[in-house]
């Protein structure tokens, strides 16, 4: 069965600071992999997503994710980190037979000037 | 480009009643899918309709049922309401398979 794991419920950074946001997925196929950031009282946005190809993917406001299918992972990282990043962060995995998704839990994040 | 809509934004209901979410996709966009999310479960899916037709369904249980209109709007209820089924119902809209979700700010459901 399809299962994305966040292992970090909530994770606090200075601003400035790099970034990393862990996701490991359950997928008996190629994934389709996503990285969607929900500000308070927001739907929530696209970061970026892989498909396929370079493993490596940029995404908007700077944050970048890196696929590794050995680690069935797919980790979110940005530099620098900025205080309006503070959001929930959402790992999500799907298939190519429709738009059904399955979500981590969600990380929060706390940016402290 | 108008973005995804959901109303009502905020409701409260009691236990037993049903309730009816209504949720209008992005102009041109086919694919209507809704989750539930709640604190600690995250984002759970519940069904996708594309054209009308329910093309995905999660496993909740038959108290919640969906239906898509042909302007591609698309409607869920929750029939006898539970304490458990108080959550944001986000409905999310796309182009075509596995592409990106536009997600609406959800409606927030309460149930006494």
């Known amino acids: 069965a399809q299962s994305v794991t966040q292992p970090d419920i909530h994770i606090t950074v200075s601003e400035g600071a790099s970034l990393e946001l862990r996701c490991n997925y359950s997928?008996?196929?190629?994934?389709?992999l996503f990285w969607y950031v929900q500000s308070p009282g927001q739907g929530l946005q696209l970061l970026l997503k892989y498909f396929s190809g370079d493993t490596l993917v940029q995404g908007i406001k700077g944050f970048e994710a890196e696929f590794k299918r050995s680690q069935s992972s797919f980790n979110l990282r940005k530099p620098s980190v900025h205080w309006s990043d503070a959001a929930e962060y959402f790992c999500a995995v799907g298939q190519n037979t429709g738009n059904q998704f399955y979500f981590g839990t969600g990380t929060s994040l706390t940016v402290i000037p | 480009k108008a973005g995804v809509t959901q109303t009502p934004r905020y409701l409260i209901k009691t236990r037993g009643q049903q309730v009816t979410l209504s949720c209008s996709p992005i102009s041109g966009h086919r694919s209507v899918s809704w989750y539930q999310q709640t604190p600690g479960q995250g984002l759970q899916f519940l069904f996708e309709y594309f054209s009308e037709t329910q093309r995905n369904k999660g496993n909740f249980p038959g108290r919640f049922s969906g239906r898509q209109f042909s302007n591609s709007r698309s409607e869920m209820n929750v029939s006898t309401l539970e304490l458990g089924d108080s959550a944001l119902y986000l409905c999310?809209?796309?182009?075509?398979?596995?592409?990106?979700?536009?997600f609406g700010e959800g409606s927030r459901l309460t149930v006494l």
């Open positions: 999310a809209s796309s182009l075509g398979m596995a592409g990106e979700l536009f």
């Open positions: 997928y008996g196929a190629t994934p389709y």
